[in-house]
């Protein structure tokens, strides 16, 4: 915890020892149980720990140990650390606990999906992986591909939030930036886009309207007179039908004639 003081047992040893802090004043500071204190103070407990003085690790001041020795209801503060221990960066690859490493494929294909943008290396960074395992996963060839569901790396624990971030503003920096002579080509200025004549086309109103009906007027007349055409031509192949329906009838009528001619001719013949 950020306000237990180092090492809390040696330094109630400390202060039941050489100040005339309340039992409650050093349990309060050291995040200790009063009883766990005045076990301290009778020998009972913490039997062979060295005392460690707060005042000279820059724990405490003197002032303080005064003011709170004055007011049995005052409570000790613990004074911030002047000394600041720089982070050491972590070189290769992070370490992931072994509860939580079947989770990594899950959180790679979230990572593929929803951040293109980074690269194998953040990725790797990020959750702790080889650069076959991502692209197995991209390419589907992982060999648990089918059961694979998309989770954050981050509600798995994986990785934090912070780090996440930080990894995908750098992915979006190395992203092509576009162009803005490209932007101007395909957007309207605000004038043009908000005209009167630019609304009227957008919703049909003004001009469009009897563009619209003369069109279907010209459509109009023209399927009549389609209609008139095909009439006229039912009517032509009507007659032609008709012309040689009779003409096959006066052939026949021609044939008839001729066989009954023939028919009297025997027939006179047979007489003689």
């Not at 009778?42 to 709170?68: C, F, H, M, S, Y």
């Amino acid at each position: 915890m950020a306000n237990t003081p180092l090492m809390p047992k040696a330094t109630a040893v400390w202060l039941v020892d050489n100040t005339a802090l309340s039992f409650s004043q050093i349990a309060s500071f050291c995040r200790l149980h009063p009883l766990e204190v005045k076990a301290i103070a009778d020998g009972e407990a913490a039997q062979g720990i060295k005392g460690l003085d707060p005042i000279l690790t820059g724990q405490l001041t003197r002032e303080e140990v005064e003011k709170a020795q004055k007011d049995p209801n005052y409570q000790l503060k613990l004074q911030g650390s002047k000394v600041v221990v720089p982070e050491s960066k972590r070189k290769g690859p992070r370490y992931t606990p072994v509860s939580r490493r079947q989770d990594r494929p899950n959180a790679i294909l979230w990572l593929v999906r929803n951040h293109p943008e980074l690269k194998d290396a953040q990725i790797m960074r990020l959750v702790g992986t080889t650069k076959p395992t991502i692209a197995a996963i991209r390419d589907r060839t992982h060999w648990n591909s089918s059961n694979l569901t998309p989770s954050d790396p981050v509600t798995l624990g994986l990785c934090s939030q912070l780090e996440l971030d930080m990894e995908v503003e750098k992915g979006a920096k190395n992203l092509p930036q576009p162009v803005a002579g490209a932007a101007a080509e395909t957007l309207m200025p605000v004038e043009d886009s908000t005209s009167d004549d630019a609304i009227a086309a957008a919703f049909s109103f003004g001009t469009s309207k009897p563009k619209r009906e003369e069109e279907e007027a010209i459509d109009a007349d023209a399927v009549f007179a389609k209609l008139n055409s095909l009439k006229t031509a039912d009517t032509d192949a009507d007659s032609d039908e008709d012309s040689a329906a009779e003409e096959v009838e006066e052939a026949d009528e021609g044939v008839e004639i001729e066989d009954a001619g023939s028919d009297d001719d025997e027939d006179n013949e047979d007489n003689k």
